[in-house]
């Protein structure tokens, strides 16, 4: 192999920080979501490479563990942003403040 | 030293997820995201595991880009293309995305993860097969478990309590 594990970090960490940007700048809630995805797979990633430099079988177990969870994840989270959106007519996250009931 | 593979992949995935987050569609953002989860996906055929990268395409690519294109048609159409944000947290995001970069990237550089290579042969993909079923068979278990509550409370959230069945006219 010609790359080494510090490649696939350093791409990682990149993923890792373009989608903590999104979290803390967007204010759709459907962009937020893409940056939860984006760290999600960084951390996929991590996971992968590390098994792979290691070497060892479990880390690829315990990233397709990871990516079944992040699809439960991602079904829940657009349904409430469906919720959200049919009781406040918007997805913008400023007007969710008041959130009861 | 890296590959022209492997530098063409990171260009796809990290340019494709900043055009997910910037673009002013909401549509053409989620192709963008959909890129970006293949780009992925070919690393991990890079890495030796084609069996993670399956199950990347055909989950993220196949269901969840699909599930995210759907709900953002649901929403109305000005609210789509409609972009509002502060420019003052914009910049503040853009500083504490930097700085996450280098600094994490100088923790990392510096560690002594530089000089790690392998020669040795990848694991084979049966072994993940059987931890699957003996060793992790508990936790696979709970896995679908988990996966069959979240879809029922998916719909549960999303059902419309206002609407009765005689009242649908199509």
Known sequence: MTNG???????SVALLAIGIYGLAVKRNAIRMLFGVEMIINSANLNLVAFARFIPN??????????????????AVGLALIIVAYRMYKNIDIEDFRSLKG | MV???????????????????????LIYGSIALMLTLSGI???????????????QLSVYVGSIAVLI???????????????????RRRYAGIGLMLALMLGLGMVIIGSGMKSMETNSPSVDYKKIGADF????SPA???????????????????????????????
């Open chain 2, 41 to 55: 996906a070919g690393f991990f055929l890079l890495l030796d595991a084609p069996f993670v990268a399956m199950f």
């Open chain 1, 5 to 11: 594990l510090i490649d696939f970090v350093l791409v």
């Open chain 1, 57 to 74: 079988s479990q880390g690829q177990t315990l990233a397709l563990f990871s990516i079944a969870i992040a699809a439960a994840e991602v």
């Open chain 2, 3 to 25: 590959d022209a593979v492997f530098l063409a992949l990171s260009v796809l995935t990290i340019g494709s997820a900043i055009v997910a987050l910037e673009i002013r569609s």
């Open chain 2, 69 to 87: 294109l759907f709900t953002v048609m649901l929403v109305r159409r000005e609210l789509i293309f409609n972009k509002i944000e502060d420019k």
């Open chain 2, 133 to 136: 079923l003996t060793y992790y």
């Open chain 2, 140 to 170: 696979l278990i709970v896995m679908a478990l988990i996966l069959a509550a979240s879809v029922v409370g998916a719909l549960t959230l999303a059902r419309r309590e206002d609407i009765t069945n005689d009242q649908r006219t199509d």
